[in-house]
């Protein structure tokens, strides 16, 4: 596998171009059977999903961003835990961090950007495997730091399923199942870097074990990748917290 980080200009989230005109001047070679992966702050911010610091509270924009939250006084951090389109993350996922002044928010639609960027780059390439990730990073329980999530893929099947392959010792495997996307993310971010490197884009080359597709993932294959919280293994955590949810608009 290679990786590759690209340098991107300094974008202001106030004067943000075209995610296209961004992608033509930052992406200017790709191969087939490769994968570009774009931090969401950057999709984001040139979709427009940004808010002035000076505008609103945080605690504002967390309860109309996120699903479902817990009170920030339950934390000894001062930080509001949140579920966010199935995820368990930090502050809905704003972000104050290189933007100037700004909230960045998720994108509206990561799949649907992810979708749209996909397509773009194979019409501009004339390329048929192509894939796409949607990036962002958070912390994983119990544990210090931080590590790259996946919050879209496009063009290639996110899973691999060991389930009833033999390990090394004949045994069917029961339960297993490789998630492709995160993994290739928590890649894509630690070769982008988390603070002043400026490469907000990686090209992911030479895989092996991706199925590409020559189309968006269908409601099925995403519906496969997220777990009802009362199914979860962590279920007995996450059931008995006191949970607040997002009033309806």
Request: glycine residues 6%; proline residues 6%; negative net charge.
């Amino acid at each position: 596998m290679n990786i590759e980080a690209l340098k991107s200009p300094r974008i202001e989230p106030n004067q943000a171009p075209k995610l296209t005109e961004l992608l033509d001047k930052i992406v200017i070679t790709l191969t087939e059977g490769s994968i570009v992966a774009v931090t969401s702050k950057i999709v984001a911010i040139c979709e427009g999903r940004v808010v002035e610091v000076k505008s609103v509270s945080k605690e504002t924009l967390i309860e109309q961003e996120a699903d479902r939250w817990l009170p920030r006084s339950l934390s000894r951090y001062d930080i509001v835990l949140t579920i966010k389109n199935n995820r368990l993350i930090p502050t809905a996922g704003i972000d104050e961090s290189n933007s100037g002044g700004f909230y960045v928010l998720w994108p509206a639609d990561a799949q649907a950007s992810a979708n749209q960027i996909r397509a773009y780059l194979q019409q501009r390439f004339s390329l048929k495997q192509v894939g796409v990730l949607i990036t962002d990073s958070t912390t994983a329980p119990l544990r210090t730091g931080t590590t790259g999530i996946a919050l879209a893929h496009s063009g290639f099947a996110a899973l691999h399923n060991y389930i009833e392959m033999p390990d090394l010792f004949g045994r069917p495997l029961k339960v297993t199942k490789a998630n492709l996307a995160e993994g290739l993310a928590a890649a894509a971010v630690l070769a982008m870097g988390e603070g002043n490197e400026g490469t907000p884009f990686v090209i992911i080359s030479d895989l092996s074990r991706i199925d590409f597709q020559d189309r968006d993932p269908n409601a099925d294959e995403l519906a496969e990748l997220a777990i009802d919280p009362d199914d979860d293994l962590y279920a007995p955590l996450l059931k008995n917290a006191p949970w607040h949810n997002r009033k309806k608009r």
